[in-house]
C-alpha cells in the first residue's frame, strides 16, 4: 500500500485530482461538488472550500481540561470564549493519537475549566493537598458540591449574580495554571477564613451598597430613617430604600411604621458566619473602595 508522500508513517486513502500525490486522510483536504478529493494546496488553486486546519496536541500552547459535573473530562483547547456566554467550541484533542473532535460545551453542565501546562498531568507537577496558608489575607478556598476544595486567588470580582470566575491556583508547582470555576457547581468559597455565600455578596454588589454596609456595620443597634442614612453616605434617599432590600431579607435591617413615618432598626447578625463575612466585607471595602477612610468603621465593634 503506498504511503502518503507528506506523512510518510501513514498509509494513503487515495490520491489529488489535481496533482496526483498520494495523500493520507488528513491531507485529501477538500472534496468538489462531484466528489474529487484534492490536497489542500490544489484545492486553494481552485478555490475549493476547506475544512478548518486540523489541530494537533504537540502543536497546541494553551491547553485545557474541562471537568462536567457528572465526571466526565475533555482535554484540548478552544481558541475563545466568553464566561457571559451559554457556553463555547471546544477542540478535543487525544494527547496520545492526536484525534480531534470539535464540539460545543455548555457552561451549565460544567465543574470547571483548567488551563494545565500538559493535558496527561505531570510527574513534574504532582497534585498537593494544601492546609489554609494564614500568611496570605487574601487567599480563597472554593469548596465545590462534589466536595474538592481548591486554594488560590479570584482574578477580578466574584458575586451573587456571577455564573463564572476566574481562580488562579495558590501551588505554582502544580500542573493547573488557571480555573474557570462554575458557580452553580459551588458550595461556597471561604476568603480569609470567613465563609462567603454567594447570596451574602449581594449586600455589597453595587456602590451605594458598599456605603450602606459601612453604615450599618458602624450603627448596628441603632433606630434610623432612610433620610438620614442617605445623609450621612451622601446619596439619594429613593437609591437607599432600594437597595435597603437585601439587608431586609437577611434579616440585617428590620422595617417598622411608627407615628412619624417608616423607621429602620439595625440588628445584629444572627450567626457566627454572617458576622464573620460582613466584617471581611467591611475591610475590603475599606481597603479598595474607600482607599482606607473608613477603615474606622469597619473596626467598630
Not at 437597595?243 to 431579607?249: A, D, K, R, S, V
Not at 428590620?254 to 466584617?279: H, M
Request: hydrophobic share 35%; net charge positive.
Amino acid at each position: 500500500m503506498p504511503r502518503c508522500e507528506v506523512h510518510g508513517d501513514r498509509d494513503a486513502v487515495g490520491y489529488c485530482r489535481g496533482c496526483g500525490t498520494f495523500c493520507c486522510e488528513e491531507c485529501l483536504a477538500a472534496t468538489d461538488v462531484e466528489g474529487n478529493r484534492y490536497c489542500r494546496k490544489c484545492a486553494e488553486q481552485k478555490d475549493i472550500p476547506l475544512p478548518p486546519q486540523p489541530v494537533r496536541a504537540d502543536q497546541v500552547h494553551n491547553l485545557y481540561v474541562v471537568r462536567f459535573k457528572d465526571g466526565r473530562r475533555l482535554r484540548g483547547t478552544f481558541y475563545s470564549i466568553d464566561l457571559e456566554d451559554e457556553g463555547f467550541n471546544f477542540v478535543a484533542v487525544s494527547a496520545r493519537t492526536g484525534a480531534q473532535d470539535r464540539l460545543f460545551v455548555r457552561f451549565g453542565d460544567l465543574k470547571a475549566v483548567f488551563q494545565v501546562r500538559d493535558l496527561r498531568g505531570s510527574r513534574r507537577h504532582p497534585p498537593r493537598y494544601l492546609t489554609p496558608n494564614v500568611n496570605d489575607p487574601d487567599e480563597a478556598a472554593v469548596y465545590f458540591a462534589d466536595g474538592e476544595v481548591i486554594r488560590g486567588r479570584i482574578s477580578g470580582h466574584w458575586g451573587p449574580h456571577d455564573k463564572r470566575f476566574y481562580l488562579v491556583p495558590r501551588d505554582r508547582e502544580d500542573n493547573n495554571v488557571l480555573v474557570i470555576v462554575e458557580s452553580s457547581a459551588v458550595d461556597h468559597v471561604e476568603v480569609r477564613g470567613a465563609r462567603m455565600k454567594r447570596e451574602l455578596r449581594d449586600l455589597v454588589s453595587n456602590a451605594v451598597r458598599k456605603r450602606l454596609l459601612m453604615y450599618y456595620w458602624r450603627h448596628r443597634g441603632r433606630t434610623v430613617t432612610a433620610a438620614e442614612i442617605a445623609r450621612r453616605i451622601e446619596r439619594v434617599e429613593p437609591a437607599v430604600v432600594l437597595n435597603l432590600q437585601p439587608y431586609l431579607e437577611h434579616g440585617l435591617i428590620e422595617r417598622r411604621i411608627e407615628r412619624g413615618g417608616e423607621v429602620y432598626d439595625l440588628k445584629d447578625p444572627a450567626d457566627r458566619t454572617t458576622r464573620s463575612f460582613l466584617k471581611s466585607a467591611c475591610d475590603e471595602v475599606s481597603r479598595f473602595y474607600f482607599h482606607g477612610e473608613a477603615r474606622t468603621q469597619a473596626s467598630a465593634p
